[in-house]
């Protein structure tokens, strides 16, 4: 049997305040590029540059705004023909579970004509204890965040609260990855300089050895808590306190220098304008949504694509190898009809073996379509699986074909 419910999950949790954080990241965010660092630009640059900033503004909104409809499109889960459940989030949402799988296709697995995941000698199929007993297909695992059986599972991601599969929101998943990481390099872009001026203005202003760095020297530079959480935090607490203190600070220097005859000049009353906390903090969330981004666009390049794993059986090969309490994974595997042999046996295949691994090619192609406009378009295409019959190369289906049978007695199986 699948494993049963447990208790309450941080993940839970993580499913509405994370993409909150997103919406509120996607509300502000936006604005500073658009709003902010554009019209620096346009004020600060010479005319002749004016059009390629116009441009580079087009750019980042049609960016914008394919991000984030993907992005709401995969949570919302848009791209499944789905019934609808109620989640343990308490949000109506939709999924491609195995509930609605066609029953023809499950009786494949009854009529052993496919591989799939065993509980014992006899190839009983693997049943889930929480959904009433169903059929658990291989690659399938019990989301106990959404509360069903997901085939093709790859990880519950708390940024879209739902699960990610390969059967059906593994590519949008991609997809919103990539537009999101490419929007976020082009805010980059016009952001960033700015941004890193206005820390070494703080930094030069309020860290200094003269008397604009007195205040930082009293309250933080020279108080033990300044010590308490180790450097890092050390310099980033002066970083925040050098920010906040900034505008008396500047606004003290600034009158000391017209005191002396030199000229002062109108701010822009723009938050890039002048260094403010708000403008390092959005940058600061930003850049993390970005590393993160690109993180997991390299896990699922090396992972799914170039050796055909799920993160799920990545998972379950690192604990088996930590914990080895289990023998391995008992699939049920056909032979060829051959007179007076057996239709197939159950054999066990040790954990983290790519035996689902078409190629990095094949691979690719699963997950995004063969053909290449199917790479750009969000929806399923045909070449995904059904979620419980999947594609093995000749070269896996040989390897398990080669196997001794699995028997729980240590006899020969019998014919």
Not at 179 to 192: C, E, F
Not at 374 to 396: A, C, L, M, N, Q
């Amino acid at each position: 049997m699948a494993n049963r419910a447990g208790g309450y999950r941080l993940n839970r949790l993580l499913n509405r305040l994370v993409p909150g954080l997103m919406f509120l990241l996607i509300g502000v965010g936006p604005p500073l590029v658009l709003n902010q660092s554009i019209p620096y630009l346009l004020e600060t640059s010479p005319s002749e540059y004016h059009r390629w900033i116009k441009l580079y503004r087009l750019f980042f909104i049609a960016q914008l705004s394919l991000a984030v409809g993907w992005y709401l499109a995969v949570y919302f889960n848009l791209f499944t023909s789905a019934s609808g459940y109620r989640s343990t989030t308490g949000l109506i949402r939709a999924t491609y579970s195995i509930r609605r799988t066609s029953p023809s296709i499950f009786q494949k697995i009854v009529d052993q004509s496919i591989v799939y995941q065993c509980v014992d000698q006899v190839g009983s199929p693997l049943r889930c204890a929480i959904c009433n007993d169903q059929i658990v297909p291989v690659r399938a695992r019990h989301c106990q965040d959404c509360g069903i059986c997901v085939p093709g599972f790859d990880h519950h991601c708390v940024w879209f609260a739902q699960c990610i599969s390969l059967t059906s929101t593994l590519k949008p998943f991609i997809q919103v990855l990539i537009l999101g990481a490419s929007t976020l390099l082009a805010a980059a872009v016009s952001v960033y300089p700015i941004v890193f001026q206005h820390i070494r203005q703080v930094i030069r202003l309020t860290w200094s050895n003269r008397s604009s760095g007195d205040t930082l020297r009293r309250i933080w530079w020279g108080r033990w808590w300044g010590w308490a959480g180790g450097p890092v935090y050390r310099y980033m607490g002066g970083l925040c306190l050098g920010y906040i203190y900034y505008p008396e600070i500047s606004l003290r220097e600034s009158s000391n220098a017209h005191d002396d005859g030199s000229k002062t000049h109108p701010r822009r009353k723009t938050m890039l304008d002048e260094p403010t906390l708000s403008a390092l903090l959005i940058t600061a969330a930003g850049t993390m949504v970005l590393l993160v981004m690109l993180a997991m666009i390299t896990i699922v390049f090396k992972n799914n694509i170039l050796n055909g794993l799920s993160t799920i059986e990545i998972e379950r090969a690192r604990r088996w190898k930590s914990s080895p309490r289990d023998a391995g994974l008992k699939l049920w595997v056909p032979l060829p009809a051959s007179l007076g042999q057996p239709r197939g046996k159950v054999v066990v295949v040790p954990h983290g073996l790519p035996i689902f691994d078409l190629g990095p090619r094949l691979n690719f192609q699963l997950i995004m379509g063969e053909k290449v406009w199917h790479w750009f378009v969000p929806w399923k295409t045909s070449g995904t699986p059904d979620g419980v019959e999947w594609p093995i190369s000749d070269h896996w289906m040989s390897y398990l074909r080669s196997l001794d049978a699995y028997n729980e007695d240590e006899v020969s199986p019998p014919g």
